[in-house]
């Protein structure tokens, strides 16, 4: 804790990080509220302290898969936001070329294997990944990112299960929201905290506020060096909440409690660490506000970018996938 609480480097990049996810998704919501953007988008506002820290204490040759709910990841794993937006616009310019969207975002290059439209997809995949670094001996550690939903879902028990007898360098990071969509995780589930679960297969289950960077960067640390000293996985809960619906279109407040929604926007994970850091004396509010401006060009740059690139041609639309047939024989 004091080691990186006296590096303000590093803690102006965890705050970065931070207000990079949220203005990014703030300018997605606007540019779907305007008609401009197709489809939906899973927001991650209010979650950034997940995906920053856990991503902060990975080095670049690791290994991370995302969910429907993945532009944290993402984003705090490097990508290019100017491809992300692109991405989600659906331009020609974007990580899959514009026919992937919000959920297919891949970046191979940050070691970042998909974000994944399929709940709890990411598991088995972080798990294979995992399996190959032990195999190739590269000390690589690989990380999957899941709900509580998805904890629920045969891929998690069979996958843990799995990397504990063999010892895999895999971390699960379980982003506990309380929501699948807009199912109570505490009325479809008899543990109180999905972490207690790690006790089945014998690791360690360890239970973090999602919310506070540094404890969540701290507690990967942990993982991570217990990962790559070949002693297996961590289960690691993160207690967060998502601030809005579900998805774009769902105003998440039918089955949700407007004061438990309120609560958790007390416990913003920006806000918080700005405060904290402002009263430690790390940074200035003069400072926050360059990194403020800095962050809005770049995502001022990346709409830009997007807009001014071209949508995919129709006769594109069956390249890049594994399905062969032609067009006209789809239509047939
Ligand atoms: C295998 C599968 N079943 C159902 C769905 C529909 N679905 C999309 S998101 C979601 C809930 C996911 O909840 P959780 O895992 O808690 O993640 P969160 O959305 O809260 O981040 C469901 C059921 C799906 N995409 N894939
Ligand atoms: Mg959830």
Known sequence: MLKILRDSDFLAKLFKDMLKIRLFENKVVELYSNGIMPGLAHLYIGEEAVAVGVCNALSEQDYVTSTHRGH?????RGADLNKMMAEILGRRTGYCKGKGGSMHIIDMTKGLLGANGIVAAGIPIATGAGYSAKYRKTKQVSV??????????GNFHESINMA??????VIYVCENNLYGI????RKVTNTENIADRACAYNIPG???DGNDVVAVFEIAQKAVERARQGLGPTLIECKTYRWKG????????IYRAEKERKEWIQKCPIKNFKERMIKNNTFSEKEIIIFENEI????????EFALNSSYPEKSEAYEDI???AKEEEVYL
């Not at 944290?72 to 705090?76: C, D, M």
């Not at 999957?144 to 879902?153: K, Y």
């Open 72 to 76: 944290g990841h993402v984003i705090a």
């Open 296 to 303: 809005k060009e770049l995502i001022d740059n990346a709409t």
């Open 206 to 208: 360890q239970i973090v």
């Open 246 to 253: 579900h998805h774009l279109a769902d105003p998440g407040t």
């Open 164 to 169: 504990a007898a063999w010892k895999l360098p």
């Open 322 to 324: 594994y399905f062969s």
């Open 144 to 153: 999957v990112f899941f709900g509580d939903a998805a904890s629920n879902h």
């Open 182 to 185: 807009s199912v109570d995780i």
